[in-house]
C-alpha cells in the first residue's frame, strides 16, 4: 500500500512540473468516460481546462462528469453523444460541436474497443474492431477536420497502441471482411490509425500527434460485449496491475501532447520501459513499414465509406 502512495505521488510530482496551465483551453476527448480518456481529462480539468466529452453512454458519461468536479468543481465539462462506431452519430456529433464551439483547441481521438464478440458489425456494416477504432476515427476526422483547421495552433492526438507494430501492411480488405482472430483485428485497427496519423501529417496545417500508452489495466477488460470469458476478465484484473502501470499514468503521454508549447507536428510519445510496456513518456520513431501504402490506405477508406453513405441516401 505504501508502495502504491509513492508511486501515485511520482506520477503528480510529474503532472505538477511538466503539465502546464491550460485555462481558456477547449479540449474534446472522445471516450472520455473510461479508462486513460477519463484519467487525461481528470489532468485537464487539474489544469483549467474547459472540457468536451464525446461519449457513448449518457450514464457512464455523466458520472465521470461528476467525479471530476468533485474533485475539481470549477470545470466546465459538456457532453455530447457520439457512438463511433455509427457513421450517423458521427455526423450528428460533427453538426452539434460545430454549432456549439468556435474554437476547438485540442482533439484527442481515444475511444475504441479491444475484444468485441466474435463476427461483431457495426451498424454500417464494417467489422465492428476496424469500423470502431479506425473507421470510425477517420470519419470523425474527415468531417470535423475543416472546423479544426479555423484554430491554426489546433492540436489532434491519436491514440494507437503498442500493438500497432503487428500486421502493420494488412490487406485492405479488413476494412470490409472479419478476421477471424480478434486480437489481429485490433492490432490492424491500431496500426491503420498510425497511418492516418502520417497522412493528416502531411495534409494538415494543425499539430498532428501520436501516442500509444503502453499496457495499462484498464476496463477496456470488462466490457460485457467482449469474447472474453469471465475468468479470463477476473485473472487479467489481477495480474495486470503486477506488470503495468496505472491508467493515468499510461495518460501522460496525451497530456503532455495537449499542453507542451513547442510540440512539433508528428511527434509520437509511448512508455520508455522494457518493451513499450509502462514508464513515463518518450518520444519514438514511427516504423518504416508504417509509412507505407498511406495515401492508398486512406483514399480507400474515403471510397468504402462514402459508397456506405450513397446507399443509405438511396
Known sequence: MKGNW???MKVEKYIDQNIPS??????????????????????????KATLIFACRNEKKAEAAKEKILKEFPNTTIHILLYDQSSLSSI???????????????????NAGIYHPKEHSYTQDQFPLTIGTNYIGTY??????????EKNQEGRVIIVSSLTYHFHMNAPFKVLLEDEK?????????KAYLVKLFLYYVEH?????????????????YSSKDTHFSKFFMSLAHKVLPLFTHTPKKASLGIALLASQENIKTG?????RGLFGWSGYPHKIKVSRKAKKNVNELFEYTKQIVLEKETTKIC
Request: a positive charge.
Open 91 to 109: 455526423r450528428h456529433f460533427v453538426n452539434e460541436v460545430t454549432e456549439r464551439f468556435p474554437k476547438i483547441d485540442v482533439t484527442v481521438c
Open 139 to 148: 470519419y470523425l476526422l474527415m468531417l470535423l477536420m475543416p472546423h479544426l
Open 22 to 47: 491550460l485555462e481558456g483551453k477547449v479540449i474534446l476527448v472522445t471516450g472520455a468516460n473510461s479508462g486513460i480518456g477519463f484519467e487525461a481529462s481528470r489532468i485537464f480539468a487539474s489544469k
Open 204 to 220: 494538415s496545417p494543425l499539430k498532428i500527434l501520436l501516442m500509444h500508452p503502453g499496457v495499462a489495466s484498464t476496463n477496456i
Open 267 to 271: 511527434t509520437f510519445l509511448g512508455p
Open 6 to 8: 509513492k508511486k501515485r
Open 181 to 189: 482472430k480478434v486480437s489481429k483485428n485490433y492490432a490492424i485497427s
